[in-house]
C-alpha cells in the first residue's frame, strides 16, 4: 500500500498553546487530504478535507479558527490546534487518497496529543 | 438512524473459524465500500475495498456486498489470533470516508 507519514507522533503540551501535526504523502502526490480525531474505544469522526491550493472544508460542528488546516504542496498537509485544552486531547489521524479508479484512502500513523 | 452501523460486538471466535463482520449503510449513492483493520492505540490499515455487487476475495477475507440491501460484509477464514483488532467499514460517500463504529474481534488460541 502506498505510505503517509505524520509528525509528531505524539505530543504533549500545555494548555494555550499551539500544536502543529503534518501529514505527509510519501510516494504519491495528494490534491486532497482528510483529517480525523479519533476518542478512546469510539470511531473516527471526520474533522476537515485539506485541499491543495485552497482553503479546506470543515465538517459541521468543527471550529475552524481552532483547527487550521493549510495544505502547502502535494504531499504535505498540516494541522495546527490552536489554543489547545485538555479536551482537545485526542488521536489525531491524517488519511490521503491515491489518486486512480477507486481512490483508495491510506492512514497515517495518528498523532497523539495530550493537552496538560 | 446512523449512517454506518456494524455489528456491536465484541465477537470471539476460535482459531481456525469464520469470522463474519457486518456493515449496513444508509447512502444508496455510496459506489465503493472498504474495510479498514485498526489495532489497538494504531490507526487503520486498508484490508480491502469492493465496489461491485457479489464476492471479493483476497487471500483469506472475502468482501460481499449487496448494493439492494445497503449491506456489505467481511468474511475472515482461518481465523487468527494476530487477526485480534477491530474492523471499521466505510462507504465511500463523495470522496469522503463515513466510518460506522467499528466491530470488535477476538480470535481465541
Known amino acids: 500500500g502506498a505510505v503517509v507519514s505524520q509528525h509528531p507522533s505524539w505530543v504533549i503540551c500545555k494548555s494555550g498553546t499551539s500544536v502543529k501535526i503534518e501529514c505527509r504523502s510519501l510516494?504519491?502526490?495528494?490534491?486532497?487530504m482528510f483529517w480525523y480525531r479519533q476518542f478512546p474505544k469510539q470511531s473516527l469522526m471526520l474533522m476537515a478535507t485539506?485541499?491543495?491550493?485552497?482553503?479546506?472544508?470543515?465538517e459541521q460542528g468543527v471550529e475552524k479558527d481552532k483547527f487550521l488546516i493549510n495544505h502547502a504542496s502535494l504531499t504535505l498537509s498540516t494541522l495546527t490546534v490552536t489554543s489547545a485544552h485538555p479536551e482537545d486531547s485526542s488521536f489525531y489521524i491524517c488519511?490521503?487518497?491515491?489518486?486512480?479508479?477507486?481512490?483508495?484512502?491510506?492512514f497515517g500513523p495518528g498523532t497523539r496529543l495530550t493537552v496538560l | 438512524q446512523k449512517e454506518v452501523e456494524q455489528n456491536s460486538g465484541p465477537l470471539s471466535v476460535p482459531e481456525g473459524a469464520i469470522a463474519s463482520l457486518n456493515c449496513t449503510y444508509s447512502?444508496?449513492?455510496?459506489?465503493?465500500f472498504f474495510w479498514y483493520r485498526q489495532y489497538s492505540g494504531k490507526s487503520p490499515e486498508l484490508i480491502m475495498f469492493?465496489?461491485?455487487?457479489g464476492d471479493k476475495e483476497d487471500g483469506r477475507f472475502t468482501a460481499q456486498l449487496n448494493k439492494a440491501s445497503q449491506y456489505v460484509s467481511l468474511l475472515i477464514r482461518d481465523s487468527q489470533p494476530s487477526d485480534s483488532a477491530t474492523y471499521l467499514c466505510?462507504?465511500?460517500?463523495?470522496?469522503?470516508?463515513?466510518f460506522g463504529q467499528g466491530t470488535e474481534l477476538s480470535v481465541k488460541p
Open positions: 488519511s490521503a487518497p491515491r489518486l486512480g479508479p477507486y481512490n483508495e484512502q491510506f
Open positions: 510516494d504519491f502526490q495528494a490534491t486532497t
Open positions: 485539506s485541499n491543495e491550493g485552497s482553503k479546506a472544508t470543515y
Open positions: 447512502d444508496r449513492g455510496s459506489q465503493s
Open positions: 469492493i465496489y461491485s455487487n
Open positions: 466505510a462507504p465511500n460517500q463523495g470522496g469522503k470516508l463515513i
